[in-house]
C-alpha cells in the first residue's frame, strides 16, 4: 500500500471515529470530562496511531466548538428539514462535514465525498444522497460568502 493510500485510510478511519464520537456525544448527551472520558475509552477499545487520535481529536472538538456556526448552515441547505427531525447519525455525518468545510484544510469535493461514504457506512444510500445534497448547499453558500471577500482582494491587488 502507498504511503498516499494509508495516509488517506487513516484519515478516513479517523473521520469514522469522529462520528462515531460525536454520535455518543448527542445521544449520551455528553459533555466536558465526560466526553474527554468517552474519547479515552474509544481508544482504550479501538486503539490507533497517535496520528489518527490527534486528527480525530481535531475533528472532534472542532465540530463541538463550531455548532453555533454549523447548525444554521444544515438548516438553511437542508430544505424543509430541521435538525430536529434528522436521523441522528445523518445530523452527525452531516454537522462534521460542515465543520471541514468551514476549516478548508481539505478540497470541498473531498470532503464531501467522505461524508457520503460515512453516511453510506452509518446510516445506508438514502441518506448518503441526502448528505450530498445537503452539504453541496453548504458548500455553495459558503462560496457566495467568500465571493466578495474575494472580490475586494483582487480589486486591491489590481491597484
Not at 474527554?36 to 480525530?56: G, I, L
Request: proline fraction near 4%; hydrophobic fraction near 45%; glycine fraction near 6%.
Amino acid at each position: 500500500m502507498s504511503a498516499a493510500r494509508s495516509a488517506r485510510d487513516g484519515r478516513h478511519r479517523a473521520r469514522e471515529a469522529a462520528v462515531q464520537l460525536l454520535y455518543q456525544r448527542e445521544v449520551g448527551s455528553i459533555e466536558g470530562a465526560d466526553l474527554d472520558a468517552a474519547v479515552a475509552r474509544y481508544w482504550t477499545e479501538h486503539p490507533a496511531p497517535e496520528s489518527r487520535q490527534a486528527f480525530t481529536a481535531n475533528l472532534l472538538h472542532g465540530t463541538v466548538a463550531a455548532l453555533d456556526e454549523i447548525d444554521p448552515l444544515l438548516e438553511t441547505a437542508a430544505d424543509n428539514w430541521r435538525l430536529s427531525r434528522m436521523a441522528v447519525v445523518d445530523r452527525t455525518v452531516l454537522r462534521l462535514g460542515v465543520y471541514e468545510l468551514l476549516a478548508a484544510a481539505a478540497p470541498p469535493a473531498v470532503v464531501i465525498d467522505e461524508a457520503i461514504e460515512l453516511a453510506r457506512t452509518f446510516s445506508g444510500d438514502e441518506a448518503a444522497r441526502f448528505v450530498n445534497g445537503v452539504l453541496d448547499g453548504v458548500k455553495r453558500t459558503l462560496a457566495r460568502r467568500a465571493e466578495p471577500a474575494d472580490r475586494s482582494d483582487a480589486a486591491k491587488s489590481a491597484q
